[in-house]
């Protein structure tokens, strides 16, 4: 049933991108087959190697402290909902996420092989150790972490690339991190799932981080989390919390928030990177532009003031999209129109997000060789600096 309709949306996906008809035909039985174009190997049979760029793992200790807190009553809304589900349900998604999860060894390069993924640049899954309220015990395991990958990338040298984990809550404990992590375990950015504990990083306590980074010449990643408590609202009730919507609306705010009050004024050099279509911002550019504007020069908000450019030259200078979980060829096409083609990365979201077809649909994008080389490799090769 899942992989049904999984499929009949896979195919209207891939008809609204006018694949060949008898592409895009709905499938019965055997889907993979009628639906495959080509087979997907590793190497770069298609003249490019697919490096994907925001690939998630979890350690043990970290999935159990999200399930204390879940049980203790100190964990948020998003957090029951979110790790209340795939740390508990028995249904086929969560076991089969929860197992890929925690695996960075032969089960992974086996699926990576199997979908031509050559490299998967790996981040502790969200919300890392940022809702742990024992700030000792988030180090800790975001520590711990860190070794863990660096040792897993030092095992498959040519497959995986680690982002590092830090615990926002201690600003100066997470510069050190990112120092260690890109000095000594051979990271090549850092990875913060959005809000920490309801804390934005564009509050002045986050400052370390930045400094850190650009110290370090490394990219942000900004992964998101669910909402806090403050924002969750109707959202769950609603079903909206998660990956499907609610991920989307807190990402873009907090990214909204760091560039709108002059992050990179203070950090012309920083890179900040986000999935999910850069989570929807490419499409509002415009319009958030124009009020922000509005709102600066009406003085309306004390808070803001005017920056050294707008908000599009910060959309291509400083930001930079990924397709992770949005593998849909108008919104791919917009990022490149609206971002550059210097500017937007693959991503698959592994182990959320493992499907074959949506591969080959990135390989069979409407957009010139050159771009597609860009897009599945040399920028995330130029932007992780690999
Ligand atoms: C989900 C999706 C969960 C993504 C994630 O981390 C995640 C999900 C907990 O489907 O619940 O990284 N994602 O990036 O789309
Ligand atoms: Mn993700």
């Not at 249904?91 to 390069?109: F, K, V």
């Not at 986050?206 to 806090?228: C, E, M, N, V």
């Not at 907090?254 to 009050?261: I, N, S």
């Not at 600066?296 to 400083?318: C, E, I, T």
Request: glycine letters at 8%; a negative charge.
């Amino acid at each position: 049933m899942r992989r049904r309709e999984i499929n009949a949306g896979l195919a209207a996906a891939l008809a609204a991108m006018s694949m060949p008809a008898a592409a895009a035909k709905p499938s019965r039985g055997k889907e993979r087959e009628t639906t495959m174009t080509h087979e997907l190997k590793t190497g770069g049979d298609r003249g490019y190697l697919r490096i994907a760029t925001e690939e998630a793992f979890a350690t043990r200790e970290q999935v159990d402290v999200f399930l204390r807190m879940v049980k203790d009553g100190t964990a948020d809304k998003g957090m029951v909902s979110l790790w209340g589900f795939y740390a508990q349900s028995p249904s086929e998604r969560a076991t089969q996420i929860m197992d890929r999860l925690l695996e960075l060894g032969p089960q992974r390069i086996a699926h990576m092989d199997a979908t031509g993924i050559d490299k998967a640049i790996l981040a502790l899954t969200s919300p890392g150790v940022q809702p742990m309220l024992d700030v000792n015990e988030a180090k800790g395991i975001a520590s711990r972490a860190n070794d863990y990958l660096a040792e897993r990338c030092a095992a498959y040298p040519d497959r995986f690339i680690g982002m590092t984990a830090v615990a926002p809550q201690d600003p100066e404990w997470s510069a050190a991190e990112i120092r260690r992590g890109a000095k000594d375990l051979g990271f090549k950015g850092v990875q913060i799932n959005s809000h920490t504990q309801g804390h934005y990083l564009d509050e002045p306590q986050f400052d370390p981080i930045f400094r850190a980074l650009s110290d370090t010449g490394q990219p942000l990643y900004i992964h998101p989390a669910t909402l806090p408590d403050s924002m969750m609202g109707g959202m769950i009730d609603a079903g909206l919390d998660g990956a499907v919507f609610g991920f989307g609306v807190e990402t873009s705010y907090h990214l909204l928030r760091l560039v709108t009050t002059g992050i990179f004024d203070r950090y012309p050099d920083l890179q900040i990177m986000a999935g999910h279509g850069f989570e929807a911002l490419p499409y509002w550019l415009y319009r958030t532009n124009y009020m922000f504007q509005a709102g600066v020069r009406s003085q309306r908000y004390a808070r803001l003031k005017p920056l050294k450019h707008d908000l599009f030259h910060y959309m291509r200078n400083n930001f930079l999209g990924t397709c992770s979980g949005l593998p849909f060829e108008p919104a791919i096409k917009l990022m490149i129109e609206v971002m550059g083609e210097d500017r937007v990365m693959y991503a698959m979201d592994y182990p959320y997000e493992y499907v074959p077809d949506e591969v080959r649909a990135m390989d069979n994008l409407a957009i010139t060789d050159a771009q597609k080389k860009k897009f599945f490799q040399s920028n995330a090769e130029r932007w992780f600096k690999l």
